[in-house]
């Protein structure tokens, strides 16, 4: 089954910019979506289909897709953003079509 | 507001079964599809399987072939997840979570999940 891989923390001063990584083979070829997931809660979605944001998500979480990395960036960090972050595919020729990324754990410093 | 309201924790024995339900409410049930997500203690999102709300198909990841069921109950917009012969590596938190129609839209992303049900597995 496809494989999404994501670097296991990144950490970050306040007011700075994080960027997320996924990596998968030709994953520019997919949509790629982001959840982020605080302690105790349920995932929330924050950017679908490569870089679209669902309402009232902030402006400062994007995404980028290309080649074989998809990114999340996340401008401006606040102390709000500390959380686990994981990429998602739906790999429509596969038996096991959802896919998540190892997930990213983004510590704010 | 779409809310999916999940039942709550479980403590089992290993071999036995559990079965989690998934209420929706504030959009048409039939509309989308529901899926299953499981998150083990410290570990990441597992995706287990999907049913269509609809007409009741459902497709399981290969690992749970043989021991998941999804069923769902239209009169009450509630979808159900039963995972048998438990063992304890099935401790985890289980969640539902909406998508559009797998078969046609354009990428498929999950925009609502329920709060999550903790099942635990011990002797």
């Known amino acids: 089954s496809y494989v999404l891989t994501q670097p296991p923390s990144v950490s970050v001063a306040p007011g700075q910019t994080a960027r997320i990584t996924c990596g998968g083979n030709n994953i520019g070829s997919k949509s790629v979506h982001w959840y982020q997931q605080k302690p105790g809660q349920a995932p929330v979605l924050v950017v679908y289909?490569?870089?679209d944001r669902p309402s009232g998500i902030p402006e400062r979480f994007s995404g980028s897709n290309s080649g074989n990395t998809a990114t999340l960036t996340i401008s401006r960090v606040e102390a709000g953003d500390e959380a686990d972050y994981y990429c998602?595919?739906?790999?429509?020729?596969?038996?096991?079509?959802?896919?998540f990324g190892t997930g990213t754990k983004v510590t704010v410093l | 507001q779409v809310q999916l309201v999940q039942s709550g924790a479980e403590v089992k024995k290993p071999g036995a079964s559990v079965k989690v339900s998934c209420k929706a409410s504030g959009y048409t049930f039939t509309s989308y599809y529901m899926h299953w997500v499981r998150q083990a203690p410290g570990q990441g999102l597992e995706w287990m399987g999907i049913?269509?709300?609809?007409?009741?198909?459902?497709s399981y990841a290969q690992k749970f072939q043989g021991r998941v069921t999804m069923t769902r109950d239209t009169s009450t917009s509630t979808v159900y997840m039963e995972l048998s012969s438990l063992r304890s590596e099935d401790t985890a938190v289980y969640y539902c979570?909406?998508?559009?129609?797998?078969?046609?839209?354009?990428?498929?992303?999950?925009?609502?999940w329920g709060q999550g049900t903790l099942v635990t597995v011990s002797s």
């Open positions: 049913i269509n709300p609809s007409g009741g198909s459902t």
């Open positions: 979570a909406r998508s559009q129609n797998v078969d046609t839209a354009m990428s498929v992303h999950f925009d609502y």
């Open positions: 289909d490569d870089s």
């Open positions: 998602q595919v739906w790999d429509s020729s596969s038996d096991h079509p959802g896919v």
